[in-house]
């Protein structure tokens, strides 16, 4: 029996993998956490030994150590911490072009939800992991987020939140790796996924390059079900939809 947590439920890649592990697995629990109820067509289905319980979080620490303290009942170990949570723009903030667009308001804003909330939820689950079982625990991070890579500038706020959020990752699987021997951490850049975040940056985006939701869930699922795949990689792996690592 396997222990999964989806975090960020509500995300159109969360829900592409909720559906891939249903396809997938056969003897599991599927934890998803959002700020609201959990839209699926399997919410309310058993198919093999699959089971789903949903949580509404504010992502809080009180509220993520509330879900963790209702998870350690069923004494499964953690295998997977699927974060999905991210932000790149909302109705009041683009990415910025140039210095002079950068708002402290939504740069704060960025870096809640692209890095303080993901790291969050490592810091609540963590103690969910057994020492003896393998264990992934990956966040949806992007290759802006890489210094080396950046060449053009701009998009502040995501770019700072998302290297935020390898940094933390980068530390936090150093001190994982000390008590779980059989965890990796992943970092996964989807490349541009056909979902509301990437919508108003589609234009120039070749068809071969604009994924569905469907396809990434695949090959995330693929990377992260792959233990020996993983054993290849640093840990945390930074690495894209096609299993290539990225430059930090």
Same mark, same amino acid.
């Given at each position: 029996?396997?222990?999964?947590?989806?975090?960020?439920?509500?995300?159109?890649?969360?829900?592409?993998?909720?559906?891939?592990?249903?396809?997938?697995?056969?003897?599991?629990?599927?934890?998803?956490?959002?700020?609201?109820?959990?839209?699926?067509?399997?919410?309310?289905?058993?198919?093999?030994?699959?089971?789903?319980?949903?949580?509404?979080?504010?992502?809080?620490?009180?509220?993520?150590?509330? *879900?963790?303290?209702?998870?350690?009942?069923? !004494?499964? &170990? %953690? /295998?997977?911490?699927?974060?999905? #949570?991210?932000?790149?723009?909302?109705?009041?903030?683009?990415?910025?072009?140039?210095?002079?667009?950068?708002?402290?308001?939504?740069?704060?804003?960025?870096?809640?939800?692209?890095?303080?909330?993901?790291?969050?939820?490592?810091?609540?689950?963590?103690?969910?992991?057994?020492?003896?079982?393998?264990?992934?625990?990956?966040?949806?991070?992007?290759?802006?987020?890489?210094?080396?890579?950046?060449?053009?500038?701009?998009?502040?706020?995501?770019?700072?939140?998302?290297?935020?959020?390898?940094?933390?990752?980068?530390?936090?699987?150093?001190?994982?790796?000390?008590?779980?021997?059989?965890?990796?951490? *992943?970092?996964?850049?989807?490349?541009?996924? !056909?979902? &509301? %975040? /990437?919508?108003?940056?589609?234009? #120039?985006?070749?068809?071969?390059?604009?994924?569905?939701?469907?396809?990434?869930?695949?090959?995330?699922?693929?990377?992260?079900?792959?233990?020996?795949?993983?054993?290849?990689?640093?840990?945390?792996?930074?690495?894209?939809?096609?299993?290539?690592?990225?430059?930090?």
């Amino acid at each position: 029996m396997q222990l999964i947590i989806l975090s960020g439920a509500s995300s159109d890649i969360a829900k592409a993998y909720f559906n891939e592990l249903h396809n997938e697995l056969t003897d599991a629990i599927i934890v998803t956490l959002s700020r609201s109820d959990f839209d699926n067509s399997f919410n309310s289905t058993t198919q093999h030994n699959v089971r789903h319980q949903h949580f509404i979080t504010d992502y809080s620490d009180a509220s993520l150590a509330a *879900v963790a303290t209702e998870l350690a009942r069923y !004494d499964i &170990p %953690l /295998s997977q911490l699927m974060i999905f #949570n991210g932000m790149l723009h909302n109705s009041d903030h683009a990415p910025e072009r140039k210095l002079s667009d950068i708002s402290q308001a939504h740069f704060i804003d960025s870096m809640k939800t692209n890095a303080l909330l993901p790291i969050a939820c490592v810091n609540a689950f963590v103690p969910l992991l057994n020492r003896k079982t393998p264990s992934v625990i990956c966040a949806l991070s992007a290759r802006v987020g890489s210094i080396s890579d950046n060449k053009l500038g701009g998009w502040y706020s995501y770019r700072a939140s998302k290297a935020a959020l390898n940094m933390l990752f980068k530390s936090a699987a150093i001190e994982i790796k000390r008590r779980f021997q059989h965890n990796h951490c *992943v970092l996964f850049h989807p490349g541009t996924t !056909d979902t &509301p %975040l /990437s919508k108003p940056f589609q234009a #120039n985006v070749p068809a071969d390059k604009l994924f569905t939701p469907e396809f990434v869930a695949k090959q995330l699922y693929k990377f992260v079900a792959d233990t020996h795949f993983l054993s290849q990689l640093d840990n945390p792996a930074y690495i894209d939809w096609q299993g290539k690592t990225i430059d930090w």
